[in-house]
C-alpha cells in the first residue's frame, strides 16, 4: 500500500511519518516535492540550495518515483506538503494513492510556522491545496485531524489504519529520539522539536492569540480547514 499524506507545515506531519516509518512493514519519503517546488517558484527557504542539490528537480521524476512498485508485503507512508503542489507538478497520480489528510486548525499553523518563516502567504500554509487536492480524489481520501491524534494517538490511528484497510501495529505509538534515516536535508533547521519526542505529544491548550497579518491569515485559511475538517475520522 502505498499512502500519500497531504499536510501543511507545522502541523504534526514530522510525528506521523515516524510514527509509520518506526512500523517493521514500512518505509516512508519526506516531502519528496520539495526541491521541484522550489526550483519552480523560486521560493527562497532555509537550507535552500541543499535541498536543491538532494533532491530530483523535475516533478515527473519524482512522479515516477513514488508510483514504481514495492516488495510483496512493504507500505510506503508519502509525507507530501500540499503547498508544493503548485502548477506544473502533476496531480494524477494521486488517484491511485491512499490518501490521507492532515489538518490542523489554521491559528496554531500560523503561530508556529510564522516564529520559523518571514511572513508567510495563504498559498504557502498548505490549505487552499488541501482542499483542491481533497476534490481530486472525488471525497474519498480520509481526514485526521492533529488534535484528535494528540487527544487520543491510539484510538486515531487504530481508526485510520482500519479506514484505509491496513492492519494494526502498535509500534506507530512510539519511537526512539534523535534523526531518523528518513530525514530530509531540511531536518537540521525544522525537526529539533521531533528529534526530542518519543511519541505523540498531549492535548494542545487554547488557541493561540494572533494580531495583526497573522490573524489575518488564519481567518482566510479558516474556511478550507473546516470544509475539512466537517468530514474528519472520529471515534
Avoid at 123 to 131: H, K, L, R
Avoid at 183 to 212: I, K, M, N, Q
Wanted: hydrophobic share 45%.
Amino acid at each position: 500500500m502505498k499512502i500519500a499524506c497531504w499536510s501543511g507545515p507545522r502541523n504534526l506531519s514530522t510525528a506521523m511519518m515516524y510514527a509509520f516509518d518506526n512500523r517493521p512493514d514500512f518505509t516512508a519519503v519526506d516531502e519528496p516535492f520539495y526541491a521541484a517546488y522550489l526550483a519552480r517558484t523560486g521560493r527562497v527557504h532555509p537550507m535552500g540550495d541543499a535541498i536543491l542539490a538532494a533532491q530530483p528537480q523535475d516533478p515527473a521524476e519524482v512522479v515516477a518515483k513514488l508510483a514504481a512498485p514495492e516488495p510483496e508485503g512493504r507500505h510506503v507512508w508519502q509525507k507530501h506538503m500540499a503547498q508544493h503542489m503548485v502548477p506544473g507538478v502533476p496531480r494524477d497520480w494521486i488517484r491511485d494513492m491512499a490518501n490521507v489528510f492532515l489538518i490542523r486548525h489554521p491559528a496554531r499553523v500560523v503561530a508556529s510556522f510564522s516564529a520559523r518563516y518571514d511572513r508567510p502567504g495563504l498559498d504557502e500554509i498548505g490549505f487552499v491545496q488541501q482542499a483542491e487536492l481533497y476534490e481530486l480524489t472525488g471525497g474519498t481520501a480520509v481526514v485526521i485531524d492533529a488534535a484528535d491524534i494528540r487527544r487520543d494517538p491510539e484510538g486515531m490511528l487504530r481508526a485510520l489504519c482500519d479506514a484505509i484497510g491496513l492492519g494494526w501495529d502498535p509500534s506507530v505509538l512510539a519511537w526512539r529520539a534523535g534523526p531518523r534515516a528518513v530525514d530530509g536535508v531540511w531536518a537540521a533547521h525544522w525537526y529539533d522539536a521531533v528529534h526530542r519526542s518519543t511519541g505523540f505529544a498531549g492535548a494542545e491548550g487554547p488557541l493561540p492569540d494572533l494580531e495583526g497579518d497573522a490573524a489575518a491569515l488564519a481567518e482566510a485559511a479558516l474556511p478550507y480547514y473546516e470544509r475539512l475538517h466537517a468530514r474528519r475520522l472520529t471515534v
